[in-house]
């Protein structure tokens, strides 16, 4: 890895094995961008990969260098109103009302390591060890206001990964306006593209969308105060022929929770630019003079093996250089959670009876969902004041918590802090800490409001109610809720002129609560949720290495849920339960293992009373606990892999230990065929040359054989329709919405380093 600056033609080339990125300086100061995507060997001069020449009908902004058109450049981070006719990475209003600028190179530094952003709570990746990364940051200014730009470039030693971001500073002694600040732009060369993104909506996230390119935007975001269900801050630009396995993609993923866009604009000479950062919808932000302003982190991931080899890229990304350092290491506890069980119907007696069952065969933490406050047996009320019900906690956090510590169960919490209901005294004392617009109604989602996180003495209240709960017990486990999106944006604390400002304050004041809160207990592990996936996205598992991953925990559904999760999240973050039948969500019956086979690929848990399982259902439970306990260094370490299973109605994913020698295979299948055609599922990542065993048949199998034959998803059960099928469907796993879960393991040969 290195980043070499050309001081000869004003080059810089970061790159790395897998990589290249290349920036040149024109002599007039701008930016121009020459490449980004497969290493390319280092050379003398990379001027030539981006020719300039006049072209018609444009303008130019430097007399006497007619080729230099702004609306054929392949730029770095593009202005609007200088001849470039895109809507522009940025935009600055000066006082006089001009929306000019012109950013030209001022100076740059090359550093080893990878600084944290200048809004330190601001999250982004990080790297302990110096060696792992290089920065660069090249500083542009604009002569005429002073207002200068720091471009952030880090890449990462060992994965093909560019982190940017940029950083405004007025160095003028004027007032502007800051109305667009996108964290990067890139300009591509060619349109062969397809869009990728990860869109649904409420219990149906992530599902995996391809477009084809089109002339004009195209663009994704949100508006809603919150990264959303309907988008997830994710796009990525593949070769149309680009499969799990094979072709090129570039991932853009943006560290951030609030709102946002990712654009794609394919102008007339083919040549697609994709922009991303905080949505410049009714943004802005005021610079005075001395004033500074950051923009979140867009982690870039190039690939020219595939879909999957992105996924695991940005896998190992987020496990080892974005989750906090405390909680990286240790993988969520099993749980129970009650909510499914018992919404707000619940005392102590039933939960330790929940508890108890569940200890025995292996759950590890109870998590107490909703309803453990006063006034909360409905949505009604109740949220804000979190006084504990002591009418279905006599004794409190504390005395459950004992009671659970003594079963050998620890305790997790659920809170919405950022939330408050209307019939609470919170509300009724502080009316003015509610988001609203002067004068206007104000709207309900689910019966509450959200508080202004950007008065710091809401945020100072919360956080003092929050330690008083936590200091009653040891909590070791969080769950952060927030059910609803902002409406009538405004804050009462800034002035007319920053209105604009507070979508990002906000999310800024989340941060700012979430990063003293883990400060104070860096052992507590974090859950985010926000009405299931509603907020799953890399700013939040900065703070909180678990997301709620949906609130579906039907498994037929889950499949395309976590399967779609995982193009850019690792599995270890996303929650995955099991639940009752009938699905509460979509009335589906799915059998225990099937609802198991599917949740074992995450952060696994329970939203069910294990108490009214017979004996051979509880063991069966312990067994898989027990199964998932074994897997869960995979699951943290492991490489994923979707696999190619030639039909919808089956999905197949697999987790393959860095050494190649443990593998898990998940198969699940939707709908049960007659006379089912052979299916023949090929695995992923393993070793030709090792001979794999079977751990449930104990039948050997060479990697080769396991890869470049595969296995049939179909036993001979299924070809037949006969009595002993019907009898034991449940036995025999036959019926819809099947699934098998199977472990290979390569048995240790001389010479064979497993
Ligand atoms: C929405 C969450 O997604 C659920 O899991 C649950 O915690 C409820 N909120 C509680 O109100």
């Not at 001009?98 to 550093?111: C, E, K, L, P």
């Not at 099937?594 to 690929?601: G, I, P, S, W």
């Not at 869960?632 to 230990?657: K, P, Q």
Request: charged share 20%; hydrophobic share 35%; proline share 5%.
């Amino acid at each position: 890895m290195a980043i070499i600056f050309n001081a000869v033609t004003n080059e810089f080339h970061l790159f790395n094995d897998d990589i290249s990125y290349i920036i040149k300086i024109h002599p007039t100061g701008e930016l121009m961008h020459l490449y980004y995507g497969k290493h390319l060997d280092h050379r003398d001069s990379f001027s030539h990969l981006h020719p300039l020449y006049e072209k018609s009908y444009v303008c130019y902004p430097n007399q006497g260098c007619r080729e230099l058109s702004f609306d054929a450049l392949r730029r770095e981070y593009p202005d609007y109103g200088r001849s470039d006719y895109h809507e522009g990475a940025f935009s600055i209003t000066h006082e006089n009302g001009s929306i000019v600028t012109a950013f030209v190179y001022d100076s740059h530094t090359i550093y080893s390591g990878k600084p944290p952003l200048m809004e330190r709570i601001l999250p982004a990746t990080y790297v302990d060890d110096a060696a792992k990364a290089k920065t660069l940051v090249i500083k542009l200014i604009d002569n005429i206001s002073g207002i200068a730009l720091y471009l952030q470039y880090s890449i990462f030693s060992e994965i093909p990964v560019i982190t940017r971001s940029c950083y405004f500073f007025n160095e003028g002694k004027t007032t502007v306006n800051l109305t667009t600040a996108m964290s990067l732009s890139v300009d591509f060369e060619d349109k062969e593209f397809e869009l990728l993104q990860l869109s649904g909506a409420w219990a149906r996230e992530n599902q995996i969308i391809n477009t084809p390119l089109r002339y004009g935007y195209q663009s994704i975001g949100s508006t809603r105060g919150a990264s959303s269900h309907q988008c997830n801050p994710f796009i990525a630009l593949k070769r149309p022929t680009c499969t799990e396995r094979s072709g090129e993609i570039y991932g853009f993923s943006l560290v951030y929770s609030g709102n946002f866009k990712a654009e794609v604009f394919l102008n007339y000479l083919n040549q697609p630019r994709l922009t991303m950062g905080i949505n410049p919808h009714n943004f802005q932000w005021i610079l005075q003079p001395g004033a500074e302003f950051q923009t979140p982190e867009v982690v870039m991931v190039y690939s020219d093996t595939g879909i999957n080899t992105m996924s695991q890229t940005y896998h190992r990304l987020f496990n080892e250089h974005l989750m906090a350092k405390t909680m990286r290491d240790a993988m969520p506890p099993v749980v129970v959670n009650n909510w499914e069980t018992t919404y707000f119907d619940f005392n102590e007696e039933k939960l330790l009876e929940i508890a108890q069952t569940a200890v025995d065969v292996g759950v590890e933490t109870l998590v107490l969902d909703d309803g453990w406050f006063e006034n909360r047996d409905d949505e009604e009320s109740g949220l804000g004041d979190w006084n504990i019900d002591y009418a279905k906690l006599p004794n409190g956090l504390t005395g459950l918590a004992k009671k659970l510590d003594i079963m050998g169960m620890g305790l997790g919490l659920w809170i919405e802090p950022e939330s408050v209901s209307p019939k609470s005294t919170l509300f009724q004392e502080h009316p003015q800490w509610v988001i609203q617009s002067p004068g206007r109604k104000k709207s309900l989602g689910r019966n509450q409001y959200i508080l202004d996180f950007t008065q710091p003495q809401v945020i100072e209240y919360i956080f003092q109610k929050m330690v008083k709960i936590f200091d009653l017990a040891p909590i070791t486990y969080l769950k952060w809720d927030m059910n609803r999106n902002i409406t009538e944006p405004f804050s009462a604390s800034l002035a007319k002129n920053q209105q604009g400002e507070f979508m990002h304050r906000y999310i800024l004041g989340v941060y700012s609560l979430l990063n003293r809160l883990t400060q104070k207990y860096p052992k507590m592990m974090i859950e985010s949720c926000a009405g299931g996936g509603g907020r799953f996205d890399p700013g939040m598992l900065f703070y909180a290495p678990v997301a709620w991953a949906s609130d579906n925990t039907d498994a037929m559904a889950r499949v395309q849920i976590q399967k779609g999760t995982s193009i850019c999240y690792p599995l270890r973050s996303m929650g995955c339960h099991v639940s009752s039948v009938p699905n509460h969500q979509v009335g589906r019956y799915c059998r225990l293992q099937t609802r198991m086979d599917v949740a074992t690929f995450g952060a696994y848990g329970f939203q069910l009373d294990i108490s009214t399982f017979d004996k051979a259902k509880r063991q069966t439970i312990q067994e898989n606990i027990e199964r998932y306990k074994g897997m869960r260094d995979l699951l943290n370490t492991g490489n994923f892999y979707r696999v190619d299973t030639g039909c919808e109605n089956i999905t197949a994913w697999m987790l393959v230990s860095k050494n190649q020698a443990n593998v898990v295979l998940g198969v699940y299948e939707c709908l049960a065929l007659a006379n089912p055609p052979r299916q023949m599922i090929k695995l992923e990542g393993l070793r030709p040359d090792y001979t794999y065993m079977n751990m449930e048949t104990e039948t050997m199998h060479g990697g080769d054989e396991l890869m470049y034959r595969g296995i049939s998803f179909h036993d001979e059960s299924h070809y037949y329709h006969n009595e002993d099928m019907l009898k034991n469907i449940q036995q025999l796993g036959a019926g819809d919405f099947t699934s098998k879960v199977l472990f290979f393991k390569a048995v240790v040969e001389e010479n064979v380093p497993v």
